[in-house]
């Protein structure tokens, strides 16, 4: 083994836990950096590492979705944030729903049990004080990046003002919820009655819709330009779309069956467990930039809501991103300062688990720098392959007339099969090829001295 190389990973959250475990598993001196407590951002409350901050769903569990695929490699590559999830997991249907807090302490508990790996409590504001301290730098501040280490990161990058806005959905009391008014079920059956739907009439549906209209929102600061994230839009912004864009969208009764009528609701909002203790309730995809009071007399709209008491309020957040084809190599370094590598939503990842794999094949490809070795990029027909040539702009033709932006595990990001596959088998052969490809992959870095487990 080399001698150990001084690392410094910056920040605390998914990619960065990731991206430090491991680095300590291949011999490096890790010193991983977390601002909190010394200085929380707007939306972390808890000084444990890996905070969820949108929501406690790590999307679906299932082998034929990529969302599932994804998790299954990183099984593969040990990961610390699938593990830390299957050991606060709470009952979410189809879905890898987390105890927010179990989680972070899980996860804490996981980075702190490493030797030579030390988690120094310290705000990061200059990233070239690192560069002078350490002889590599793995910068994963996620989408909270403060104003000053992204004004900073703008200054090496020679960029400016790139980010767009995520929204955070409210979570309520479960003492608070009306039963009599909801019923607990999953849609089209899968996954037992893990949710509670609170259905809404038709008319109960057009006036909540024009009350989410004509609310009082938070408005973006004047100087930045408010571009939501396609998959995680705010409620109000789906509600202008049109009439009926919450009923097909984030309020639609597909697959729901109201046992007292018999029928489908007209509409439904649906509650998803938040904590084991079954005390809280989050609103599923009801993130919203509304103002606290606004929140309140929208939710009180609902009639299993009428006497919710709110939690946790809605809110946005800036989420910073770098134009990464332009600015990283392949193994997701700075072009103009190669001892810098980007991990998680600043590549241009979006999504907890494609954020804590974007970290775990950054330490990867920091790990091969120390060692002095090259190691292949990811096999594109894996999800870790797939979201890699998204971030190098592969799949991105003509950048010049569109700009590049952030990018969640989906099926539109693999090659076609080279072989015809029948629809219904496709997503079984993706999931094997997948796996398949990325057991070859890490039996490669393996040979180049890398230690990783296959599990």
């Given at each position: 083994m080399n001698p150990a190389k001084n690392v410094a990973v910056v920040g605390g959250g998914l990619a960065g836990c990731e991206a430090a475990s491991v680095l300590s598993k291949n011999g490096a001196s890790v010193t991983l950096f977390e601002m909190k407590p010394v200085r929380f951002s707007a939306a972390h409350k808890n000084p444990d590492l890996g905070e969820l901050v949108c929501s406690n769903s790590l999307k679906s569990?299932?082998?034929?979705?990529?969302?599932?695929?994804?998790?299954?490699?990183?099984?593969?590559?040990?990961?610390?944030?699938v593990d830390a999830a299957e050991r606060s997991a709470l009952p979410g249907g189809e879905a890898l729903v987390v105890d927010r807090a179990k989680f972070a302490a899980a996860l804490t508990k996981s980075i702190e049990a490493f030797e030579g790996l030390e988690v120094v409590r310290y705000e990061v504001t200059d990233l070239r004080e690192m560069l002078d301290g350490f002889d590599f730098v793995v910068l994963a501040t996620g989408p909270l990046t403060s104003d000053a280490l992204a004004a900073n990161l703008a200054g090496l990058t020679g960029e400016a003002g790139l980010h767009f806005y995520d929204a955070i959905s409210p979570i309520v009391s479960a003492a608070s919820v009306d039963f009599s008014r909801a019923f607990r079920a999953s849609r089209h059956g899968r996954g037992g009655d893990d949710y509670v739907n609170c259905p809404l009439s038709e008319d109960e549906y057009h006036a909540l819709r024009l009350a989410i209209l004509d609310a009082v929102k938070v408005e973006p600061r004047p100087f930045e330009e408010a571009r939501y994230f396609e998959a995680c839009l705010p409620i109000e912004i789906i509600a202008a779309r049109g009439e009926m864009a919450l009923a097909y969208g984030p309020l639609s009764p597909a697959g729901l069956r109201d046992p007292v009528t018999g029928r489908r609701p007209f509409c439904v909002l649906q509650l998803r467990l938040e904590n084991a203790e079954g005390s809280a309730f989050s609103l599923v995809a009801f993130q919203t930039r509304m103002t606290q009071g606004e929140q309140q007399r929208a939710l009180k709209m609902v009639p299993a809501l009428r006497n919710a008491e709110i939690l946790r309020y809605g809110s946005i957040h800036r989420n910073t991103f770098v134009d990464a084809p332009a600015q990283l190599s392949a193994d997701l370094s700075l072009r103009k300062e190669p001892r810098l590598f980007l991990a998680g939503v600043l590549t241009g990842v979006e999504g907890y688990c494609e954020s804590a794999a974007s970290g775990i094949l950054a330490g990867l490809f920091a790990a091969a720098r120390i060692r002095g070795v090259a190691i292949p990029q990811p096999p594109p027909t894996a999800c870790l392959?797939?979201?890699?040539?998204?971030?190098?702009?592969?799949?991105v033709p003509g950048r010049k007339k569109r700009p590049y932006q952030p990018m969640n595990m989906n099926r539109g990001l693999f090659p076609e099969f080279q072989e015809r596959v029948p629809k219904a088998k496709a997503p079984e052969v993706l999931h094997q090829r997948a796996l398949g490809d990325m057991k070859e992959w890490i039996e490669s870095l393996r040979g180049a001295g890398l230690l990783l487990p296959i599990r």
């Amino acid at each position: 083994m080399n001698p150990a190389k001084n690392v410094a990973v910056v920040g605390g959250g998914l990619a960065g836990c990731e991206a430090a475990s491991v680095l300590s598993k291949n011999g490096a001196s890790v010193t991983l950096f977390e601002m909190k407590p010394v200085r929380f951002s707007a939306a972390h409350k808890n000084p444990d590492l890996g905070e969820l901050v949108c929501s406690n769903s790590l999307k679906s569990a299932r082998a034929d979705r990529p969302q599932g695929v994804l998790k299954d490699e990183m099984r593969l590559l040990g990961s610390l944030v699938v593990d830390a999830a299957e050991r606060s997991a709470l009952p979410g249907g189809e879905a890898l729903v987390v105890d927010r807090a179990k989680f972070a302490a899980a996860l804490t508990k996981s980075i702190e049990a490493f030797e030579g790996l030390e988690v120094v409590r310290y705000e990061v504001t200059d990233l070239r004080e690192m560069l002078d301290g350490f002889d590599f730098v793995v910068l994963a501040t996620g989408p909270l990046t403060s104003d000053a280490l992204a004004a900073n990161l703008a200054g090496l990058t020679g960029e400016a003002g790139l980010h767009f806005y995520d929204a955070i959905s409210p979570i309520v009391s479960a003492a608070s919820v009306d039963f009599s008014r909801a019923f607990r079920a999953s849609r089209h059956g899968r996954g037992g009655d893990d949710y509670v739907n609170c259905p809404l009439s038709e008319d109960e549906y057009h006036a909540l819709r024009l009350a989410i209209l004509d609310a009082v929102k938070v408005e973006p600061r004047p100087f930045e330009e408010a571009r939501y994230f396609e998959a995680c839009l705010p409620i109000e912004i789906i509600a202008a779309r049109g009439e009926m864009a919450l009923a097909y969208g984030p309020l639609s009764p597909a697959g729901l069956r109201d046992p007292v009528t018999g029928r489908r609701p007209f509409c439904v909002l649906q509650l998803r467990l938040e904590n084991a203790e079954g005390s809280a309730f989050s609103l599923v995809a009801f993130q919203t930039r509304m103002t606290q009071g606004e929140q309140q007399r929208a939710l009180k709209m609902v009639p299993a809501l009428r006497n919710a008491e709110i939690l946790r309020y809605g809110s946005i957040h800036r989420n910073t991103f770098v134009d990464a084809p332009a600015q990283l190599s392949a193994d997701l370094s700075l072009r103009k300062e190669p001892r810098l590598f980007l991990a998680g939503v600043l590549t241009g990842v979006e999504g907890y688990c494609e954020s804590a794999a974007s970290g775990i094949l950054a330490g990867l490809f920091a790990a091969a720098r120390i060692r002095g070795v090259a190691i292949p990029q990811p096999p594109p027909t894996a999800c870790l392959g797939a979201l890699h040539r998204h971030v190098k702009g592969d799949l991105v033709p003509g950048r010049k007339k569109r700009p590049y932006q952030p990018m969640n595990m989906n099926r539109g990001l693999f090659p076609e099969f080279q072989e015809r596959v029948p629809k219904a088998k496709a997503p079984e052969v993706l999931h094997q090829r997948a796996l398949g490809d990325m057991k070859e992959w890490i039996e490669s870095l393996r040979g180049a001295g890398l230690l990783l487990p296959i599990r």
